[in-house]
């Protein structure tokens, strides 16, 4: 069985804080991963994803994430946040079907 | 306008009645899904066709059925053995079983 693990449900900044949620997956083979976004009101969308080549992808609105593959890990970053970055972020790994995350509600604060 | 089409956006129903939602795709993907999102649960998947007249169980898949006779559509039937039949139901696609998803804006089940 796959699952997904987002350490940290809730998380507080300060506008221009650097960020950083996690994401870890349990899977034996070859995996895509994804990290969607749900602003509030809205529909999830996309912000990034990796199928293979350069672990270290670049999303829309300045995300990036890296994947670790001897850490099974595929953290999401942002280098300074802004208000509008206020949603709930979700974790997503594509193997078995698409399994997602709990989720992160990330507030910022102005 | 191409896009994932989830109606009705509210539903209320009487306890013991079964509820179907709508989900239609017109981005000729052939993977569709429905998850259910509660607060502080995240996604959880309820069911996930790969092509037509197929669909698999996902990890809450009790109470539930499905159906594809089309490509395009995969409507869910939340029925009266569900339990706690109340939350926010998201229908997705994506061109092929593990790639990126497209989401619907969501139906929200009220039952009452």
């Known amino acids: 069985a796959q699952s997904v693990s987002q350490h940290n449900h809730h998380v507080i900044l300060s506008e221009a804080a650097s960020l950083e949620l996690g994401c870890n997956y349990s899977y034996g083979g070859t995996v895509n991963l994804f990290w969607y976004v749900q602003y509030p009101g809205q529909h999830l969308q996309l912000l990034l994803k990796y199928f293979s080549g350069d672990p270290l992808v670049k999303g829309i609105k300045g995300f990036e994430a890296e994947f670790i593959k001897s850490k099974f890990s595929f953290n999401l970053r942002k280098p300074s946040v802004q208000w509008s970055d206020t949603a709930e972020y979700f974790c997503a790994l594509g193997a078995d079907g698409l399994t997602f995350g709990k989720g992160t509600h990330l507030i910022i604060q102005p | 306008d191409g896009g994932i089409t989830q109606s009705p956006k509210y539903l209320f129903r009487k306890e013991g009645q079964n509820v179907t939602l709508s989900c239609e795709q017109n981005?000729?993907?052939?993977?569709m899904y429905w998850y259910r999102q509660d607060p502080g649960q995240g996604l959880r998947l309820i069911y996930y066709s790969q092509i037509v007249n197929d669909f698999q169980k996902g990890d809450i898949a009790e109470g539930y059925s499905v159906s594809r006779e089309k490509k395009e559509s995969f409507p869910l039937t939340v029925t009266s053995a569900q339990k706690n039949p109340t939350a926010f139901y998201l229908c997705?696609?994506?061109?092929?079983?593990?790639?990126?998803?497209?989401f619907g804006q969501g139906t929200r089940l009220t039952v009452v």
């Open positions: 997705a696609s994506s061109m092929f079983r593990n790639t990126e998803a497209f």
């Open positions: 981005l000729n993907h052939d993977a």
